[in-house]
């Protein structure tokens, strides 16, 4: 079935570091990927909408410029917390869906990224 | 998007089937039904999804009813491995795929 790979799973790292986080489809292509964050006890939040060969769509209230998203081909996205602090400290969750299948086809996700800035 | 509502816990002994309900009073004519599950610190993992008809996998079985107000997603022989949240969701084809989650229903297998 349809894989979905995010990398690093986990990552530790100081303050006012930035910090890139890659999400790449593995056996199939994806014009679109998703971006989620997930705190303790709360459900997935849609960050943004990664669009291959264009600018993101953000959700209301998350930051751009602090959230960049670069989607440079059909298999992989990427998503760098610039200057993290430790509010940033949380899940982050990939999310694509096969272009080549018909229009209602599921998402699928990867395993997440645990982030937590010191 | 039409908006869905599910228990938030239930509790399910393991080798029985377990019923997870979710209502979606406000679903349009062309919303599908998708079911996911959120197992601890992992990603949402894909069950099933449905237009109207009744649908089956090898996972589980998806019930809407006739007026597709409400739909019921079935697990036959639960396991202590379905302990999860799941999350029933409602989306158009239009919509670009965007998935907005609710808070979903935490289901315990217990032995």
């Known amino acids: 079935g349809a894989v979905v790979s995010q990398h690093p799973s986990w990552v530790i790292c100081k303050s006012g570091t930035s910090v890139k986080i890659e999400c790449r489809s593995l056996d199939f292509q994806a014009t679109t990927m998703f971006w989620y964050r997930q705190f303790p006890k709360q459900s997935l939040m849609l960050m943004a909408t990664s669009n291959e060969g264009s600018k993101a769509t953000y959700e209301q209230g998350v930051e751009k410029d602090k959230f960049l998203i670069n989607h440079a081909s059909l298999t992989l996205s990427t998503l760098t917390v610039t200057s993290a602090h430790p509010e940033d400290s949380s899940f982050y969750i990939c999310s694509a869906r096969d272009d080549g299948r018909y229009s209602n086809q599921p998402q699928h996700f990867g395993d997440g990224t645990r982030l937590s800035i010191l | 998007d039409a908006k869905t509502t599910q228990p938030p816990s239930m509790d399910c002994a393991e080798g029985r089937a377990a019923n997870l309900p979710c209502n979606h009073s406000?679903?349009?004519?062309?919303?599908?039904v998708y079911w996911y599950r959120q197992i601890h610190s992992q990603g949402p993992q894909y069950i099933i999804h449905g237009l109207k008809n009744n649908e089956t996998n090898e996972m589980a079985s998806l019930i809407i009813t006739e007026d597709r107000k409400s739909s019921t997603l079935i697990l036959p022989h639960a396991t202590l491995r379905d302990t999860a949240v799941y999350y029933c969701i409602v989306i158009s084809r239009n919509q670009g795929g965007k998935l907005i989650f609710g808070q979903g229903t935490e289901l315990s297998v217990k032995p």
């Open positions: 406000t679903i349009s004519g062309n919303e599908y």
